[in-house]
């Protein structure tokens, strides 16, 4: 399990808002600045961005390299994905892949996925098996 990710993004401002309105849906807000002096020699400054009293996704300004990442984002539903992809359409996104089935994964792979304002590939992914089933 993954405990932080950093991109690194052209536009700090205009990510942030990119980020708060297409992670909202999932339940994942920015919660925290962290400002990089506090830090060792050389850390960059991070917005931090995160749920359930965790910080996971952190954005830093610097040259973005859209090859570089992919990040899958949990939902607890397929109607969480299907409002991530509205959220980042509405926000500025691009299309990579329209709220489905991903057949070729598995069957119960239900995701959406969209390139953010700097090019980096993001999915919402809801995976029926890895949630506890009422």
């Known amino acids: 399990m993954l405990d932080h990710v950093f991109i690194t993004v052209r536009d700090i401002d205009r990510s942030i808002a990119f980020y708060e309105a297409a992670l909202n849906p999932l339940g994942i807000e920015h919660v925290i600045d962290y400002d990089g002096k506090d830090g060792p020699p050389g850390h960059p400054d991070l917005k931090g961005f995160g749920r359930d009293g965790r910080v996971f ?6 040259e973005a ?9 949990v939902a607890k539903s397929q109607a969480e994905v ?5 959220a980042a359409m509405a926000a ?3 299309d990579n892949g329209k709220p489905g089935a991903r057949l070729y994964y598995d069957p119960r792979y239900y995701a959406a ?3 953010d304002p700097d090019g980096y590939s993001l999915e919402a992914a809801y995976k029926s098996w890895q949630h506890p089933q009422a």
């Open 82 to 86: 299907d409002a991530f992809y509205n």
């Open 92 to 94: 500025g996104a691009t």
């Open 113 to 115: 996925n969209v390139f």
């Open 57 to 62: 996704f952190w954005l830093r300004q610097g």
């Open 65 to 73: 390299d859209a090859k570089a990442a992919h990040v899958g984002f």
